[in-house]
């Protein structure tokens, strides 16, 4: 069966949730697919578990054991240098997804042409219990440079968008703020399609979750790769707080 899309999942702890992820995969209406999971923290107890996962669906998972933590960003560059797929997708090992997924967004995509889309998608606990949404819309550069509307669990792009040396950058977040914008910038809408398609946990204690280190990384998402000045830098990493506190 030939690859249409390839799922890049970095894997640093906690197998539990890892197995509730690629179950919402192998659950897919759409099965033209290979996933690839980046496991990012040697010396773990998880690597048994890996190998009979792997041992278990060996035409459909493709396990990268790194030698050493280089963050999710990295890792997600290895996958995507290793899938075979027509269109890359991106799943945290903690997130899910909505069995129709990969069938409604592929269908979307190759009807109208388009090389970047998101979803919209339901926050939820640990549990799995509502706790907001977030709607997926039509994003430009200019839409996007003051607000980051995009869940990366939710994207799917076309892999021949994806030819550059790096396209997540060695940040700890909002390495994939850098890829959207530098997608953006080549004037490639990022198409939402409003079904919430993807449940979004919610995790306490998660790097997503540190504030520190969000604003800390916002301002270098703007000096170091936008290249704006640090004044500036400062001010659209406000202009990015504010808008993130009001969806919340």
Not at 103 to 111: A, E, G, T
Not at 172 to 178: A, I, N, R, S
């Amino acid at each position: 069966m030939k690859t249409i899309v390839s799922i890049i999942i970095p894997f640093y702890e906690n197998y539990f949730f890892l197995e509730r992820a690629i179950k919402s995969v192998l659950n897919q209406s759409f099965k033209k697919y290979e996933i690839i999971i980046i496991h990012d923290n040697p010396g773990d107890n998880n690597f048994n578990k890996l190998k009979n996962l792997k041992k278990k669906y060996p035409k459909k998972i493709n396990i990268i054991f790194n030698n050493q933590n280089i963050g999710a960003g990295l890792s997600r560059n290895k996958g995507i240098k290793l899938s075979k797929g027509e269109y890359v997708a991106f799943l945290d090992s903690d997130d899910i997804w909505h069995k129709k997924k990969l069938l409604v967004q592929i269908n979307f995509m190759r009807k109208n042409g388009y090389h970047a889309t998101h979803t919209s998608y339901n926050l939820v606990d640990l549990k799995g219990k509502y706790i907001s949404s977030r709607i997926a819309k039509n994003l430009n550069y200019q839409k996007l440079i003051n607000s980051c509307d995009i869940g990366l669990s939710t994207v799917i792009i076309k892999k021949n968008i994806l030819k550059m040396k790096q396209p997540f950058p060695p940040l700890k977040t909002k390495e994939d703020y850098v890829l959207w914008l530098n997608i953006t910038k080549r004037n490639i809408i990022f198409y939402g399609i409003n079904q919430k398609l993807t449940f979004w946990t919610n995790t306490p204690g998660s790097l997503s979750k540190s504030i520190t280190q969000k604003i800390a990384d916002s301002i270098r998402v703007y000096s170091n790769y936008e290249k704006f000045s640090f004044l500036n830098s400062l001010l659209k990493t406000l202009i990015l707080s504010v808008n993130y506190l009001k969806k919340k």
